[in-house]
């Protein structure tokens, strides 16, 4: 079954800190794999998208890493400022003709100061 | 200019009432899709066009028909709304098909309650 599992479903930092979000994906044959932050009251912003031959990609604080071998993808946030706060959901692609997407549940981030 | 607009933003209705919720895209995409996020934050999606033809079409009740007259429009409409349909619907749209790794664009949501 095609799945794609995000931890930890919550996490509260303080301010200039460092963080890994984590997913884990069961979806088959892979496409790709991108993550979204979406602030309360909006909607996602793409931040990165990664496809079978990348291994990291990023995005000014964000960093996003694959490992298509275990199917497993963080992101990083460097030096977290306030406006990190925000839901960040990991989706990926299946390919095939069914243009199947499969998302996560999220992780909550709280940046704190 | 706004990439992906979407009308009403808020949308307050009865059960049993029909109602439509209208998307706008003017990136020159090829492709939308509409999006339920229910009270939990968790996102389905719901329907995806690819010049004008349906292309993901998820277990939803039939009472959820999406309608796109063109390439820069889908519409949703809904008819006999129930009380578990209130929540945020986002639509969006992307250059291509979701397994060719191109950015997808949201838009603000429209929030529906029905009471």
């Known amino acids: 079954k095609n799945q794609v599992e995000q931890s930890p479903q919550s996490l509260i930092i303080l301010e200039g800190k460092n963080c890994t979000l984590q997913?884990?994906?069961?979806?088959?044959?892979?496409?790709?794999l991108r993550w979204y932050k979406q602030d309360t009251g909006r909607g996602p912003v793409s931040l990165t998208i990664?496809?079978?031959?990348?291994n990291t990609k990023s995005n000014g604080r964000y960093t996003a890493t694959l490992d298509a071998d275990t199917k497993q993808s963080s992101l990083h946030i460097t030096a977290s400022q306030l406006s990190d706060s925000a839901s960040y959901i990991c989706?990926?692609?299946?390919?095939?003709?069914?243009?199947?997407?499969?998302f996560g549940t999220g992780t909550r981030l709280t940046v704190i100061p | 200019d706004t990439a992906v607009s979407q009308t009403p933003k808020y949308l307050v209705t009865q059960m049993g009432n029909d109602k439509s919720i209208k998307c706008e895209q003017n990136?020159?995409?090829?492709?939308m899709y509409w999006y339920k996020q229910d009270s939990k934050k968790f996102l389905k999606i719901m329907f995806s066009?690819?010049?004008?033809?349906?292309?993901i079409n998820e277990t939803v009740p039939n009472r959820f028909s999406p309608k796109s007259p063109d390439k820069a429009h889908l519409n949703l409409h809904i008819n006999s709304l129930e009380l578990g349909d209130s929540a945020v619907y986002f639509c969006?749209?992307?250059?291509?098909?979701?397994?060719?790794?191109?950015?997808?664009?949201f838009g603000p949501g429209t929030r529906l309650t029905v009471t």
């Open positions: 997913c884990n994906y069961t979806v088959s044959p892979f496409s790709n």
């Open positions: 990664m496809t079978f031959s990348e």
């Open positions: 989706v990926v692609s299946e390919k095939t003709g069914a243009n199947n997407l499969f």
């Open positions: 066009y690819n010049n004008k033809e349906l292309i």
């Open positions: 969006a749209s992307s250059l291509g098909r979701p397994q060719l790794a191109y950015e997808q664009y």
């Open positions: 990136l020159g995409h090829d492709t």
